[in-house]
Protein backbone atom coordinates (compact mmCIF):
# COMPACT_ATOMS: atom_id res chain seq x y z
CA UNK A 1 0.00 0.00 0.00
CA UNK A 2 3.16 2.63 1.28
CA UNK A 3 4.49 1.77 -2.40
CA UNK A 4 0.91 2.53 -4.03
CA UNK A 5 0.95 6.02 -2.29
CA UNK A 6 4.41 6.72 -2.99
CA UNK A 7 3.97 6.20 -6.98
CA UNK A 8 1.05 8.39 -6.79
CA UNK A 9 3.13 11.03 -4.73
CA UNK A 10 5.97 11.06 -7.15
CA UNK A 11 3.64 11.29 -9.79
CA UNK A 12 1.77 14.41 -8.96
CA UNK A 13 5.43 16.08 -8.68
CA UNK A 14 6.15 15.17 -11.91
CA UNK A 15 2.49 16.14 -13.35
CA UNK A 16 3.25 19.88 -10.95
CA UNK A 17 7.04 19.86 -12.49
CA UNK A 18 6.35 19.38 -16.40
CA UNK A 19 3.37 21.83 -16.60
CA UNK A 20 5.99 24.46 -15.64
CA UNK A 21 7.84 22.78 -19.11
CA UNK A 22 4.55 23.29 -21.21
CA UNK A 23 4.09 26.52 -19.88
CA UNK A 24 7.51 27.97 -20.34
CA UNK A 25 8.38 26.19 -23.54
CA UNK A 26 5.29 25.64 -25.45
CA UNK A 27 3.70 22.04 -26.31
CA UNK A 28 6.05 21.49 -29.45
CA UNK A 29 8.82 22.05 -27.95
CA UNK A 30 8.98 20.25 -24.54
CA UNK A 31 10.70 16.80 -24.54
CA UNK A 32 10.50 13.65 -22.79
CA UNK A 33 14.45 14.51 -21.83
CA UNK A 34 13.48 18.07 -20.89
CA UNK A 35 10.65 16.74 -18.32
CA UNK A 36 12.74 14.03 -16.73
CA UNK A 37 15.46 16.97 -16.15
CA UNK A 38 13.13 18.99 -14.96
CA UNK A 39 12.49 16.29 -12.18
CA UNK A 40 15.90 15.53 -11.62
CA UNK A 41 15.20 11.95 -13.34
CA UNK A 42 16.33 9.38 -16.10
CA UNK A 43 14.24 9.13 -19.08
CA UNK A 44 13.82 5.30 -18.04
CA UNK A 45 12.61 6.40 -14.50
CA UNK A 46 9.91 8.90 -16.08
CA UNK A 47 8.83 5.60 -18.82
CA UNK A 48 7.54 3.87 -15.34
CA UNK A 49 5.16 6.56 -14.98
CA UNK A 50 4.20 7.58 -18.28
CA UNK A 51 4.15 6.52 -21.80
CA UNK A 52 5.03 9.75 -23.60
CA UNK A 53 4.85 13.64 -23.29
CA UNK A 54 1.32 13.72 -24.75
CA UNK A 55 0.21 11.74 -21.80
CA UNK A 56 1.81 13.85 -19.59
CA UNK A 57 0.45 16.77 -21.24
CA UNK A 58 -3.14 15.49 -20.65
CA UNK A 59 -2.36 15.05 -16.98
CA UNK A 60 -0.82 17.83 -16.20
CA UNK A 61 -3.89 20.12 -17.54
CA UNK A 62 -6.63 17.06 -15.86
CA UNK A 63 -4.42 17.70 -12.56
CA UNK A 64 -4.54 21.64 -12.97
CA UNK A 65 -9.04 21.37 -13.58
CA UNK A 66 -9.22 19.10 -10.50
CA UNK A 67 -7.94 21.58 -8.39
CA UNK A 68 -9.56 24.14 -9.73
CA UNK A 69 -12.94 21.82 -9.67
CA UNK A 70 -11.82 21.11 -5.41
CA UNK A 71 -12.07 24.85 -4.82
CA UNK A 72 -15.51 25.23 -6.70
CA UNK A 73 -16.89 22.69 -5.05
CA UNK A 74 -15.86 23.48 -1.83
CA UNK A 75 -17.35 27.38 -2.44
CA UNK A 76 -20.42 25.40 -3.71
CA UNK A 77 -20.95 23.20 -0.18
CA UNK A 78 -20.58 26.41 1.48
CA UNK A 79 -24.34 26.86 2.79
CA UNK A 80 -23.45 30.34 4.89
CA UNK A 81 -23.08 32.25 0.72
CA UNK A 82 -26.29 33.43 -0.78
CA UNK A 83 -26.70 31.70 -3.94
CA UNK A 84 -25.24 35.53 -6.00
CA UNK A 85 -21.92 34.86 -3.49
CA UNK A 86 -21.76 31.72 -4.51
CA UNK A 87 -21.66 32.51 -8.29
CA UNK A 88 -19.31 35.21 -7.50
CA UNK A 89 -17.41 33.55 -5.32
CA UNK A 90 -16.96 30.42 -8.13
CA UNK A 91 -17.03 32.79 -11.23
CA UNK A 92 -13.90 35.12 -9.06
CA UNK A 93 -11.98 31.98 -8.55
CA UNK A 94 -12.19 30.51 -12.13
CA UNK A 95 -10.87 34.30 -13.46
CA UNK A 96 -7.87 33.89 -10.65
CA UNK A 97 -7.38 30.55 -11.57
CA UNK A 98 -7.37 31.60 -15.41
CA UNK A 99 -4.70 34.30 -14.91
CA UNK A 100 -2.34 32.30 -12.79
CA UNK A 101 -1.90 29.81 -16.05
CA UNK A 102 -2.05 32.67 -18.35
CA UNK A 103 0.85 31.02 -20.05
CA UNK A 104 -0.50 27.53 -20.02
CA UNK A 105 -3.89 29.08 -22.16
CA UNK A 106 -1.46 29.93 -24.54
CA UNK A 107 0.02 26.43 -24.78
CA UNK A 108 -3.40 24.78 -24.89
CA UNK A 109 -4.32 27.41 -27.60
CA UNK A 110 -1.74 25.86 -29.92
CA UNK A 111 -2.01 22.74 -29.34
CA UNK A 112 -5.62 22.60 -29.94
CA UNK A 113 -4.85 24.39 -33.43
CA UNK A 114 -2.60 21.38 -34.00
CA UNK A 115 -5.12 18.68 -32.98
CA UNK A 116 -7.64 20.55 -35.22
CA UNK A 117 -5.14 20.32 -38.38
CA UNK A 118 -5.02 16.77 -37.42
CA UNK A 119 -8.59 16.17 -37.88
CA UNK A 120 -9.51 16.19 -34.44
CA UNK A 121 -12.66 17.82 -33.18
CA UNK A 122 -11.34 20.43 -30.93
CA UNK A 123 -14.31 21.50 -29.55
CA UNK A 124 -15.16 17.93 -28.32
CA UNK A 125 -11.46 17.93 -26.10
CA UNK A 126 -12.71 21.14 -24.67
CA UNK A 127 -16.19 20.03 -23.57
CA UNK A 128 -15.34 17.40 -22.01
CA UNK A 129 -12.63 19.04 -19.78
CA UNK A 130 -15.75 21.64 -18.94
CA UNK A 131 -18.30 19.36 -18.39
CA UNK A 132 -18.20 19.71 -15.04
CA UNK A 133 -17.50 23.55 -14.12
CA UNK A 134 -20.72 23.65 -16.41
CA UNK A 135 -22.68 20.96 -14.02
CA UNK A 136 -21.57 23.19 -10.60
CA UNK A 137 -23.13 26.52 -12.20
CA UNK A 138 -26.35 25.00 -13.41
CA UNK A 139 -26.38 23.83 -9.35
CA UNK A 140 -26.22 27.59 -8.49
CA UNK A 141 -28.51 28.41 -11.06
CA UNK A 142 -31.18 26.38 -10.05
CA UNK A 143 -30.70 26.63 -6.22
CA UNK A 144 -30.73 30.56 -6.62
CA UNK A 145 -33.92 30.32 -8.65
CA UNK A 146 -36.01 27.99 -6.38
CA UNK A 147 -35.04 30.12 -3.69
CA UNK A 148 -36.39 33.18 -5.33
CA UNK A 149 -33.38 35.19 -5.07
CA UNK A 150 -32.43 34.61 -8.82
CA UNK A 151 -35.29 35.48 -11.66
CA UNK A 152 -37.12 32.24 -13.36
CA UNK A 153 -34.67 31.99 -16.36
CA UNK A 154 -33.84 29.48 -18.89
CA UNK A 155 -30.83 27.74 -16.58
CA UNK A 156 -29.55 26.27 -20.12
CA UNK A 157 -29.13 29.90 -21.53
CA UNK A 158 -28.15 31.50 -18.33
CA UNK A 159 -24.98 28.86 -18.17
CA UNK A 160 -24.43 29.59 -22.00
CA UNK A 161 -24.12 33.47 -21.05
CA UNK A 162 -21.70 33.30 -18.08
CA UNK A 163 -19.58 30.42 -20.16
CA UNK A 164 -18.82 32.64 -22.76
CA UNK A 165 -17.87 35.18 -20.50
CA UNK A 166 -15.09 33.11 -19.03
CA UNK A 167 -14.44 31.89 -22.89
CA UNK A 168 -13.64 35.98 -23.13
CA UNK A 169 -11.12 35.45 -20.48
CA UNK A 170 -9.53 32.87 -22.13
CA UNK A 171 -9.19 34.76 -25.19
CA UNK A 172 -8.29 38.15 -23.51
CA UNK A 173 -5.10 36.16 -21.85
CA UNK A 174 -4.64 33.63 -24.65
CA UNK A 175 -4.72 35.69 -27.62
CA UNK A 176 -4.96 39.20 -27.02
CA UNK A 177 -2.29 38.53 -24.21
CA UNK A 178 -3.46 40.66 -21.17
CA UNK A 179 -2.42 39.85 -17.82
CA UNK A 180 -5.28 41.26 -15.73
CA UNK A 181 -9.27 39.65 -16.09
CA UNK A 182 -11.08 42.74 -14.28
CA UNK A 183 -12.76 43.71 -17.11
CA UNK A 184 -13.91 40.39 -17.67
CA UNK A 185 -14.99 40.40 -13.41
CA UNK A 186 -16.96 43.42 -14.42
CA UNK A 187 -18.76 42.44 -17.17
CA UNK A 188 -19.42 38.86 -14.67
CA UNK A 189 -21.02 41.37 -11.67
CA UNK A 190 -23.41 43.20 -14.16
CA UNK A 191 -24.41 39.72 -15.65
CA UNK A 192 -24.94 38.73 -11.87
CA UNK A 193 -26.93 41.67 -10.71
CA UNK A 194 -29.30 41.10 -13.75
CA UNK A 195 -30.20 37.61 -12.41
CA UNK A 196 -31.18 39.02 -9.16
CA UNK A 197 -34.98 39.61 -8.11
CA UNK A 198 -35.43 42.86 -7.41
CA UNK A 199 -36.41 43.62 -3.86
CA UNK A 200 -39.53 45.14 -2.80
CA UNK A 201 -38.78 49.06 -2.06
CA UNK A 202 -35.71 48.74 -3.90
CA UNK A 203 -34.75 52.36 -5.30
CA UNK A 204 -35.10 52.37 -9.68
CA UNK A 205 -32.09 55.14 -9.70
Not at 55 to 81: A, P, Y
Not at 158 to 174: G, M, Q, T
Amino acid sequence: MAIIVEHEKRKREILAKALDVFAEEGYEDVTFQKIADRCGITRTTLYIYFKNKHEIFLWSIKQLTSGLEKKLIGILNDKELSSADCLRGILMAIMDGCEENKKLFGVILIYLMQIKKAGVDPEERVRRRVLHIHHLLNVVFIRGMRSGEFKKLDVGKVNDLFYSLIESAIFRLAVLNKNSLDETRSNLELAISELLVAQPGASCE
